[in-house]
């Protein structure tokens, strides 16, 4: 067996994280890249090593802090400030953290607030992504809690000079049960810093006995997104504040041959920048800067780009990177398995691109005062964000703050820092704080995608329906749940990374959407070629018991193996991922011999110990409408590098009408520890779609989207027997 | 430019601006009611929703002109003396929303619905809201929330 790189390795998926190319390069880069490469070796920017030193809060440090002052704070009045450098997105986690310190603490939910994305104020976190937040953060800040408790009562038996063994921390206060003395913790800290080292292992409240976390808390702040009263990062002013615009190039990478900027100079209060290929305007009001920019006569040489969608899996094949950065796994031998086999199939499954779509777009406003930059930005990355501005603008990251208000929405989407820099470069020419808020178009055209990949799979079972044989290899969509789950003793998987022909990055579950298509799919391929129900085939080739027991509560709660009504189909699919545990029966519908409706969802869950069942459910309803799209109609037009389907009259996004019954089954497992759920409740969805319409139609669909133009005229629509 | 009087959450307000500029941007970027969402700029995605007359309304492609002479009810004129509209309240019990960003323009567009008809069905709600996009995948909260609202405002209505 040889695997070079396990596919859950978290360096090994910031990869994915990571988004390649920078949309601008500003000629200050270029002078000093000149420098650089004249010496012939790359070097990086280094802090001076007194300012990356600094301790405590805004340190320079990529590692979690000990000091507990860093994360928590109590004040005289005995309320709670938990800093965390994580960002609420729509995910809800402002909530879910705030309990689980609540539970530790033993204060109410009311006197906990998060201090979140902060660069100034919270310790260094390197983004929220990979459904990181519960299992890591939030035991982080439960172990925090935990030991800021402890010191309480520590506090209370010095004051009381008695022993700490019989005293109690309840209701944000320590006791004596003996003399019935307490005292608050407001009067015990006094609104001091408390000086503790967060312990490694403190005594974390199990979840069988949690009273806060483990509850339905409503979303914090709830009230200001009924009313209008959250402010965005769009939604921000500043004194002076100006608004800019940004020339977007025609295509990607292009480079400025010329520009004629009078007319757009001529529009009153109207500043213009040009700094390298970067062109852009700060005016007094939107309405201003975008006449100016409209008004630009620039001159681009576009870099040939040759692929559209037509020739795009061909291209992925053809650019494979060769090297070492492709994960592998074999075990047993693909030979001696496929020799054994009974049953023998070769499938290719493809995913195009998509779009995050955020319906808040990408938005920053910055400030520059007395050689400091403020940035305000819907990020999922903070401080990485300071650090790319940093760089750009040549200043130490303390001189850089970046604050991140409760975002609209990102999935995996918000990770570059473009509107950041934008932002800054604008503002640091007009002398003035300036806005900057994409349109969809730039958000559809110049944030990134969802990679498009190629997925080909070659498998041997025998004819009791044991597998024996599975080769799996990915290319360009990523290596997130490249892993079969099933018992398979010979197997060969491999990612395969390729130089994408658009900008692309992370995304809800990244590729595990993709890879749990194509894994999922075959398993019904060969279900069908030994002759066994789907659900059967699966639970016959599996051990897992968390897995095996979501898949039977979706079929129980479905009734998966009752016929489908005329017309319908029904499809199941499952796996593992994150720590989370899915499986998704879908019913389709055919209607007029061509639409697919989904009519009904069944899915069921298990990632541990909830901590707020109401907001995972909410989660998991959000996953699977979401999934919806990129199963049957969302996907990425794009013609010679261009992208041609930039607005959402022409990407289209699930709506009401396309949202079906949903019904969740949630697991929750008091003895195991908390996983994330963001992004794995999503990955069911579209193999039990393609599943739910084979068996409606006799029509095995192998590229995601499904059917973004309705099912091809002539499908034959007929109740499938059982299982087919 | 012109000056324009506009009757704005019950209240007159006179502004000098571009008769072109959109009702949107007036309101976001001039009253500094930013609880009007822009999301697409084509009226397909219903966040900049504002009440005209009692009617949904896209703001974000509409000339300020047209404006004029209507009761302009924004997001964050619907709740009175610091009590939420039914329909917010129902939205806030239900937890209809994720990041909250789309949550101004469905609220609006069902306080629309509801305000005529209090005993609209799910495919009337469904209908009403098909242009509103929420992209956390939130309609089966925002749809019991609704109806939730329906069933407060024709309570109140009866009694």
């Given at each position: 067996m040889s695997e070079r790189r396990r596919a859950d390795d978290p360096g090994f998926e910031l990869v994915q994280h990571e988004i390649p190319g920078s949309l601008h390069r500003f000629d200050v880069d270029r002078r000093d890249l000149l420098k650089i490469l004249g010496g012939g070796v790359l070097v990086c920017l280094c802090v001076p090593s007194s300012l990356a030193q600094e301790t405590g809060r805004a340190s320079a440090a990529r590692e979690p802090p000990k000091e507990l002052a860093a994360w928590l704070h109590i004040a005289d009045d005995g309320r709670v400030t938990v800093y965390t450098g994580k960002v609420e997105v729509g995910q809800n986690i402002r909530t879910s953290l705030a309990q689980q310190v609540a539970e530790e603490l033993r204060v109410s939910l009311a006197d906990v607030r998060m201090v979140m994305g902060d660069t100034d104020l919270v310790p260094w976190d390197m983004g929220t992504f990979g459904s990181r937040t519960t299992p890591m953060m939030g035991r982080e800040l439960r172990s925090v809690a935990a030991t800021a408790r402890e010191l309480l009562v520590d506090m209370a038996a010095e004051k009381w000079k008695t022993s700490r063994a019989g005293l109690l921390a309840q209701a944000g206060k320590v006791s004596d049960?003996?003399?019935?003395?307490?005292?608050?913790?407001?009067?015990?800290?006094?609104?001091?810093?408390?000086?503790?080292?967060?312990?490694?292992?403190?005594?974390?409240?199990?979840?069988?006995?949690?009273?806060?976390?483990?509850?339905?808390?409503?979303?914090?702040?709830?009230?200001?997104?009924?009313?209008?009263?959250?402010?965005?990062?769009?939604?921000?002013?500043?004194?002076?504040?100006?608004?800019?615009?940004?020339?977007?190039?025609?295509?990607?990478?292009?480079?400025?041959?010329?520009?004629?900027?009078?007319?757009?100079?001529?529009?009153?209060?109207?500043?213009?920048?040009?700094?390298?290929?970067?062109?852009?305007?700060?005016?007094?009001?939107?309405?201003?800067?975008?006449?100016?920019?409209?008004?630009?006569?620039?001159?681009?040489?576009?870099?040939?780009s040759p692929v559209s969608n037509a020739n795009l899996f061909a291209d992925l094949k053809k650019k494979v990177e060769e090297g070492?950065?492709?994960?592998?796994?074999?075990?047993?031998?693909?030979?001696?398995?496929?020799?054994?086999?009974?049953?023998?199939?070769?499938?290719?499954?493809?995913?195009?691109?998509?779009?995050?779509?955020?319906?808040?777009?990408?938005?920053?406003?910055?400030?520059?005062?007395?050689?400091?930059?403020?940035?305000?930005?819907?990020?999922?990355?903070?401080?990485?964000?300071?650090?790319?501005?940093?760089?750009?603008?040549?200043?130490?990251?303390?001189?850089?703050?970046?604050?991140?208000?409760?975002?609209?929405?990102?999935?995996?989407?918000?990770?570059?820092?473009?509107?950041?820099?934008?932002?800054?470069?604008?503002?640091?020419?007009?002398?003035?704080?300036?806005?900057?808020?994409?349109?969809?178009?730039?958000?559809?055209?110049?944030?990134?995608?969802?990679?498009?990949?190629?997925?080909?799979?070659?498998?041997?079972?025998?004819?009791?329906?044991?597998?024996?044989?599975?080769?799996?290899?990915?290319?360009?969509?990523?290596?997130?749940?490249?892993?079969?789950?099933?018992?398979?003793?010979n197997q060969t998987i491999q990612f395969h990374p390729v130089r994408s022909p658009l900008r692309q990055g992370s995304y809800r579950g990244l590729a595990a959407v993709a890879n749990h298509f194509a894994r999922e799919s075959h398993m019904d391929e060969l279900a069908l070629a030994v002759g066994m129900d789907p659900l059967q085939f699966r639970l016959k080739n599996l051990s897992d018991p968390r897995l095996r027991a979501v898949f039977e509560a979706a079929a129980e709660r479905f009734g998966w193996g009752k016929p489908a009504a005329p017309g319908r189909g029904h499809g199941i699919a499952g796996g593992i991922e994150k720590g989370g545990y899915v499986a998704t029966c879908a019913e389709v519908e055919i209607a007029n011999g061509r639409r697919v409706r989904i009519r009904r969802v069944v899915e069921a869950f298990d990632c541990g110990a909830v901590v707020n069942p109401d907001g995972l459910r909410n989660q998991i309803e959000g996953a699977i409408v979401q999934g919806i799209g990129g199963a049957l109609f969302e996907v990425v037009r794009f013609e010679k590098?261009?992208?041609?389907?930039?607005?959402?009259?022409?990407?289209?996004?699930?709506?009401?009408?396309?949202?079906?019954?949903?019904?969740?089954?949630?697991?929750?497992?008091?003895?195991?520890?908390?996983?994330?759920?963001?992004?794995?409740?999503?990955?069911?969805?579209?193999?039990?779609?393609?599943?739910?319409?084979?068996?409606?139609?006799?029509?095995?669909?192998?590229?995601?989207?499904?059917?973004?133009?309705?099912?091809?005229?002539?499908?034959?629509?007929?109740?499938?027997?059982?299982?087919? | 430019m012109a000056k324009l009087v506009l009757t704005v959450n019950g209240t007159k307000r006179s502004v000098e601006v571009s008769a072109e500029e959109t009702l949107l941007s007036l309101l976001r970027d001039r009253f500094d009611l930013t609880g009007t969402k822009y999301g697409c700029g084509e009226g397909r995605c219903g966040a900049c929703m504002v009440l005209l007359d009692g009617r949904a309304s896209r703001s974000c492609q509409m000339p300020v002109s047209k404006a004029v002479g209507k009761s302009i009810v924004t997001i964050e004129g619907l709740a009175r003396n610091g009590r939420l509209h039914p329909v917010q309240a129902a939205f806030l019990e239900e937890e209809a929303f994720q990041c909250g960003f789309c949550t101004p323009g469905m609220i609006v567009a069902a306080v629309s619905l509801l305000e005529k008809n209090e005993h609209a069905g799910d495919e009337q709600i469904a209908s009403a809201l098909a242009a509103n996009v929420c992209r956390c995948g939130t309609y089966p909260r925002i749809l019991s929330a609704v109806r939730k609202a329906a069933q407060a405002m024709g309570k109140a209505a009866a009694g």
């Open positions: 049960p003996a003399t019935r003395r307490t005292l608050t913790y407001g009067e015990l800290t006094r609104g001091r810093k408390l000086v503790k080292v967060v312990g490694e292992n403190p005594a974390l409240t199990p979840a069988k006995d949690w009273k806060i976390a483990g509850t339905p808390a409503p979303k914090a702040d709830g009230r200001d997104f009924v009313t209008g009263g959250h402010r965005y990062t769009s939604d921000l002013l500043r004194p002076g504040i100006m608004h800019g615009k940004v020339l977007r190039p025609p295509v990607f990478d292009a480079t400025l041959v010329s520009l004629d900027s009078k007319r757009a100079e001529a529009i009153p209060g109207v500043r213009l920048v040009r700094d390298g290929d970067f062109v852009g305007v700060a005016a007094a009001d939107p309405w201003s800067a975008e006449r100016a920019v409209e008004a630009l006569e620039a001159k681009w040489t576009e870099p040939a070492g950065r492709g994960l592998r796994h074999v075990a047993g031998s693909l030979e001696q398995g496929l020799a054994s086999a009974d049953v023998k199939l070769e499938r290719t499954y493809s995913v195009e691109y998509i779009a995050h779509a955020p319906l808040e777009p990408r938005a920053a406003v910055a400030e520059w005062s007395g050689g400091r930059l403020t940035v305000w930005t819907g990020t999922q990355r903070p401080f990485d964000t300071r650090d790319r501005l940093a760089e750009t603008f040549r200043l130490p990251p303390e001189k850089v703050r970046v604050i991140v208000p409760d975002t609209g929405s990102a999935y995996g989407g918000k990770h570059a820092p473009d509107a950041a820099i934008e932002a800054a470069r604008l503002a640091k020419t007009a002398g003035r704080p300036v806005k900057l808020v994409w349109t969809r178009e730039e958000e559809f055209t110049w944030a990134y995608f969802r990679p498009a990949g190629v997925i080909e799979v070659v498998s041997g079972a025998r004819r009791d329906g044991g597998i024996v044989a599975w080769e799996f290899h990915n290319y360009n969509s990523g290596p997130a749940a490249i892993r079969t789950p099933y018992e398979i003793a590098g261009r992208i041609v389907n930039p607005r959402f009259s022409q990407y289209r996004v699930p709506r009401f009408p396309d949202v079906p019954e949903i019904d969740v089954v949630v697991l929750d497992r008091k003895g195991e520890p908390s996983a994330g759920a963001g992004e794995t409740p999503i990955v069911g969805l579209a193999p039990a779609v393609a599943g739910a319409i084979f068996a409606a139609t006799g029509l095995r669909l192998r590229a995601l989207p499904l059917v973004p133009e309705g099912l091809p005229a002539g499908t034959r629509v007929s109740p499938a027997p059982s299982g087919r | -």
